[in-house]
């Protein structure tokens, strides 16, 4: 990583691919994915940590990516809701969402997948309780948790099903 007074140079992986990008030193990595890479995917509202709406994953880890340095991603691996769905085929994590219709406005729902994806892989077999305590940090304003609930556990029980 390299360095000047207004920008810095910072590689990552963003979805697989390698990335190179110079950015401010305060740029945050959800505007980095949005404004510079496309990937819109990743929604912004609280930019305080509370809504989850930029969650992504960051070499195995949930991260709300409104808090999170672009420069503090120098060599890391992310991966956004773009980044789930292999060749037109939803990820398993999308088909549960789709399926039980775990959304409304679906402004949440890109934080609420990533955030998903992340619980299941620590926890194949939550309970109702622990769904909701894994996903107590991403907010829905349409209020639609119970179908959301309904979305977690059937991608629970498919992934269990398949072997993940
Ligand atoms: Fe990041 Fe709300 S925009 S937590
Ligand atoms: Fe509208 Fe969650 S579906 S905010």
Same mark, same amino acid.
Request: glycine residues 12%.
């Given at each position: ?14 979805? /697989?691919?390698? *990335?190179?990008?110079? *950015? ?50 120098? /060599? %890391?691996?992310?991966?956004? *809701?773009? /980044? ?17 219709? /775990? ?11 990533? %955030? ?38 059937? *991608? ?7 072997? %993940?």
């Amino acid at each position: 990583m390299t360095s000047s007074p207004k920008r810095i140079d910072v590689t990552l992986t963003v979805n /697989g691919e390698p *990335v190179a990008a110079s *950015v401010a030193p305060r740029t945050n990595l959800a505007d980095l994915l949005r404004e510079q890479l496309g990937l819109t995917g990743t929604h912004i509202g609280c930019e305080t940590s509370h809504c989850g709406v930029c969650t992504v994953d960051i070499d195995g880890k949930s991260v709300k990516s409104c808090t999170h340095l672009a420069v503090q991603c120098e /060599g %890391a691996s992310v991966t956004t *809701v773009e /980044g789930l769905a292999s060749k037109g085929v939803l990820h398993a994590v999308q088909e549960g969402f789709y399926k039980e219709h /775990g959304l409304q406005c679906g402004f949440c729902t890109p934080g609420l997948i990533m %955030a998903t994806h992340s619980l299941l892989d620590q926890n194949p077999s939550p309970t109702e309780l622990e769904i909701r305590e894994g996903l107590s940090g991403n907010l829905c304003r349409c209020t639609g948790y119970g179908r959301i609930l309904d979305a977690v556990q059937r *991608v629970a029980v498919a992934r269990r099903g398949a072997g %993940a």
